[in-house]
């Protein structure tokens, strides 16, 4: 079974930028983003559908499901 892997930002974005905004804190956004980003594997039987899908725009629910 093939595998879909994703990463997910769940930090605030509102420091993020204010950490990039100066150039000397550049370093310190780059570990704030690090340490608040996940990975998430998911294992799908028809991974080549799932991102032609995404790609088009034509998830739902419904055909996520399926």
């Known amino acids: 079974m093939a595998k879909i892997v994703r990463h997910e930002f769940l930090g605030n974005w509102i420091v993020f930028w204010l950490l990039c905004i100066f150039f000397f804190l550049i370093p310190f956004a780059f570990l704030y983003w690090m340490n608040y980003s996940i990975r998430i ?16 725009g034509q998830l739902t629910n419904k055909s996520i499901d399926e």
């Open 41 to 56: 594997e998911e294992d799908m039987d028809d991974p080549e559908r799932f991102v032609a899908a995404y790609r088009a």
